[in-house]
């Protein structure tokens, strides 16, 4: 079982370090409160300005994992990461968030979520992104609210999206279903993240307890069911990278020898498949127009592209965030002319 020390071993601090020095490693990291609330799960004390950062950080950690449990409950999506792997942490281990992820059966819960978000915390929406593969359209939104802090903390967020797996927009197409298990959907969940952005401390601690986690529950079967998971979601060469990159620092328990051993072949097949990329999808992001709601959604054709009428407003749909000027004067003419009518 992972203990509080693990995020030192992941951060490479040398024997005897200073705490300030700690502290600073941590802060460069990205995981700063973690590592904090890592010294007082070990009985360590910490400065009052400290420990009062921590506790604002622990609220909104708690906020988080409770909208996204609120969100499941009234509009039957599911929660992925977040509050699932948190729960997995060693006693007293603060897992920070930035943000809930959902993951909507279609689009009428997804919005309904973002509607409910607009209620509850006056959210805003920070990007409208729609996916086009094989026939299929899939929404990804995600909405932003203050902070405790506004002044001095990132947003709170919701990412609402009716795939599971939106893929790299390159060679790794859209991947709707889930995992049945909760455990295993959080491992590929954050092994997705490397298409986003190059694995962190954060990604190597939650292998790290998830590691633990699914040694104790599946054994021997384990590499088996990671090796088949990891080769229906195109995911083996990431979570290669991030088992191998993790095992730097960390020991993993014994059975994860044998899931590295299962994924190479997957990876390297999964690689050549690439070279041949199919089924991507045509990713275009919306950028909004008006907030005037549509009680459906709905796409209009538009100079090569279309605007799409949504709950909460309409957007033009673009393939790159930099609009020409001309492009966005007509669509904005287009809505009002339509609106008047």
Not at 5 to 25: H, I, K
Not at 69 to 88: M, S, T, W
Not at 223 to 231: G, I
Not at 250 to 263: F, G, I, K, T
Request: charged share 30%.
């Amino acid at each position: 079982m992972a203990e509080p020390t693990v995020v030192e071993s992941l951060l490479g601090v040398p024997p005897g370090y200073p705490r300030w020095r700690v502290a600073d490693m941590a802060n460069r990291a990205g995981i700063l409160p973690t590592w904090l609330s890592s010294v007082v799960a070990r009985g360590e004390p910490i400065t009052e300005r400290a420990a009062g950062y921590l506790a604002r950080v622990r609220r909104r950690v708690d906020a988080l994992h409770a909208t996204g449990e609120a969100l499941a409950e009234a509009h039957g999506v599911q929660v992925i990461k977040g509050a699932r792997i948190a729960a997995r942490m060693p006693e007293g281990l603060l897992r920070n968030s930035g943000d809930t992820d959902v993951v909507a059966p279609d689009q009428e819960a997804l919005w309904n979520c973002v509607l409910d978000l607009r209620e509850r915390f006056d959210a805003v929406p920070q990007g409208i992104n729609v996916l086009e593969t094989g026939g299929e359209l899939h929404v990804v939104v995600a909405m932003k609210w203050p902070a405790e802090e506004p002044e001095l903390d990132k947003p709170m967020g919701a990412d609402i999206a009716t795939c599971a797996f939106c893929g790299n927009m390159s060679d790794v197409p859209v991947r709707a279903g889930l995992p049945e298990d909760d455990d295993v959907r959080s491992l590929f969940a954050v092994a997705e993240e490397r298409f986003q952005r190059k694995f962190r401390r954060k990604d190597m601690l939650d292998l790290v307890v998830l590691a633990d986690v699914l040694g104790e529950r599946f054994g021997a079967d384990l590499p088996e069911l990671v090796a088949d998971t990891a080769r229906d979601l195109d995911l083996a060469p990431e979570l290669l990278k991030l088992q191998r990159k993790t095992g730097q620092w960390v020991d993993l328990p014994d059975v994860w020898d044998d899931v590295e051993s299962a994924l190479v072949p997957v990876a390297a097949a999964e690689k050549r498949r690439r070279k041949e990329p199919t089924g991507i999808p045509r990713l275009r992001f919306g950028f909004p127009l008006d907030d005037v709601p549509s009680d459906s959604v709905e796409l209009h054709a538009f100079e090569g592209t279309h605007l799409m009428a949504t709950p909460i407003g309409t957007c033009l749909l673009v393939d790159d965030p930099d609009i020409p000027e001309d492009l966005h004067r007509a669509a904005v003419d287009r809505v009002r002319l339509a609106r008047a009518r």
